[in-house]
């Protein structure tokens, strides 16, 4: 009986491990007609995000498992290559958002598949969020950033891909499409590039 209860929970742990999505998720974002695109580099508990925002080149890796997220920078006017580690708790956040209501609202299909829709109603507007039927897990940036759409994410506790994120803030609107593309990832992707020192996180 031991045995057999062994083999079933190896089954389920590889049954879970396989199931774990690795790929790109691709978004669009569209505010006052300006369309931005970003990536989100998924495996697993592990997501990086890297971008350039036009001073410096910068990475942020999230590993939910160790509970911590590194955000690497490289700034060439300053000659710095740096990166900090955040626990949760060490950002000090200000204007959080305040869950006020969240109901389900109705479905809207998207290439093809039927998405649930979500609102959610805040202290700092509201949003609704669509979601499709794919194992895709990107909850988790909340504690580091102030950012509404992490906010949400989080608020709704869905473990699927959100396919569309329509955002109504006090200051502005915006709307995210979101795409994912299956592939196997370089596992560098997750790493802190070499070459980069560490930086305190300041207590102010």
């Known amino acids: 009986m031991k045995a057999k209860h062994l083999i079933l929970l190896v089954l389920i742990c590889i049954s879970n491990w396989s199931s774990a999505f690795e790929g790109i998720i691709h978004c669009t974002k569209t505010q006052n007609g300006v369309i931005t695109t970003f ?4 495996k697993g508990n592990q997501i990086a995000v890297i971008g350039n925002d036009g001073i410096s080149k910068y990475r942020i890796l999230l590993d939910r498992t160790a509970g911590e997220l590194k955000l690497c920078m490289d700034v060439p006017e300053f000659d710095q290559k740096g990166y ?6 060490d950002v000090q956040k200000h204007d959080s958002l305040t869950i006020l209501k969240q109901i389900q609202t109705d479905a809207l299909v998207i290439d093809g598949e039927r998405c649930d829709g979500y609102t959610v109603v805040t202290s700092n507007g509201s949003a609704l969020a669509y979601f499709g039927s794919d194992d895709v897990d990107l909850s988790g940036f909340s504690p580091y950033f102030n950012d509404p759409v992490y906010e949400l994410l989080d608020a709704f506790k869905s473990k699927k891909m959100p396919r569309k994120l329509i955002v109504n803030k006090n200051t502005g609107s915006y709307t995210i499409d979101l795409l994912a593309e299956a592939q196997t990832l370089d596992a560098a992707i997750f790493q802190v590039p070499a070459g980069y020192t560490q930086f305190q996180v300041s207590a102010e």
């Open 39 to 42: 990536d989100f580099y998924v």
């Open 84 to 89: 900090y580690v955040y626990k949760p708790g």
